[in-house]
């Protein structure tokens, strides 16, 4: 067959094969745990489709930390090289959240790859590469990397409270996790519009503390999702009720999973990789997941 045919046969065959990579990983999102189960257990998911000034997806759980049933926690992929420079080694979230326990979970901190011997860094992330953390991530109360000042910390304190901040003073830290910066600060948006659109993450609390909210936009998804800039992801943030907000890892990395009536876990938004126009799920060194407590 000519080149020239080959094309053209791609070209048209294309967002047919995006689109069924869409419905693919969306597979079973209207069937999640029924609302009135998941509101028992202190969580509230929502779908909002926002049509201008461009078609956005945003996906909404809300998290009541005072509910006794359920408790944040972050899960950090195994150290492969122990003493050595990697931190963690990418993996595929599904796996990570792997426990019948886990309810909800969104991706966390951002990361990188090392410098090979001519100073390039592999940013093709595949399942097993060493990457180095970005900021603060506990798990368990085990620090797994270190808070940097370039990265806005989420402390979890056991139980019912979280903190968006660089410190946490004297209070005890259960689990924590880090963003690229706070987005609300005191109820207002901090950030400025900009014309860098992607699929992105936030993490907000309430003023108290004891209501969290978990937020990924869908992106770069041409007349479907096509992301949001910080400002507008602020905005959202703000109008939900928090009173600080980070933005977390994006892009490629935005994920959010959620339980369905069969209490399995399923991908609720559309992450933005493709490999041959098929909707490809980014492997990642950290998540944030919600888990449901074990009833004596």
């Not at 995006?18 to 999102?29: E, S």
């Not at 519009?193 to 309430?206: F, L």
């Not at 998804?221 to 507008?232: A, K, N, P, R, V």
């Amino acid at each position: 067959m000519k080149d020239w045919d080959c094309r053209k046969i791609i070209t048209l065959v294309a967002p047919l094969i995006c689109a069924l990579g869409v419905l693919l990983v969306n597979t079973g999102c209207a069937s999640t745990k029924g609302g009135d189960d998941l509101r028992a257990l202190g969580l509230r998911y929502r779908l909002e489709e926002i049509k201008k000034p461009r078609p956005n997806r945003v996906h909404i759980l809300r998290v009541d930390l005072a509910n006794r049933r359920i408790r944040p926690a972050v899960v950090v992929v195994a150290d492969p090289d122990g003493d050595g420079p990697a931190e963690a080694a990418l993996t595929d979230p599904m796996k990570l959240a792997d426990d019948p326990a886990v309810l909800a979970f969104v991706n966390a901190n951002p990361w990188d790859s090392f410098p090979d011997a001519k100073g390039q860094r592999n940013r093709r992330w595949f399942e097993g590469q060493p990457v180095d953390i970005i900021g603060m991530a506990v798990s368990g109360s085990e620090e797994r990397s270190p808070s940097k000042p370039s990265a806005v910390s989420v402390w979890i304190k056991e139980p019912g409270y979280a903190f968006l901040g660089d410190s946490l003073q004297d209070r005890p830290v259960a689990d924590g996790t880090a963003g690229f910066q706070r987005i609300v600060t005191d109820g207002a948006v901090i950030v400025s519009p900009s014309a860098n659109r992607a699929p992105r993450t936030a993490i907000g609390v309430n003023r108290a503390g004891s209501v969290m909210w978990l937020v990924v936009v869908d992106g770069r998804q041409e007349h479907y999702s096509e992301g949001m800039d910080l400002y507008e992801l602020a905005q959202v943030m703000r109008d939900l009720g928090c009173w600080k907000a980070t933005n977390m890892d994006g892009g490629g990395s935005s994920i959010m999973g959620l339980t369905g009536a069969d209490r399995r876990l399923r991908v609720m938004n559309s992450p933005s990789d493709r490999r041959l126009g098929i909707t490809r799920i980014r492997p990642l060194p950290v998540i944030l997941t919600i888990r449901e407590r074990p009833q004596n």
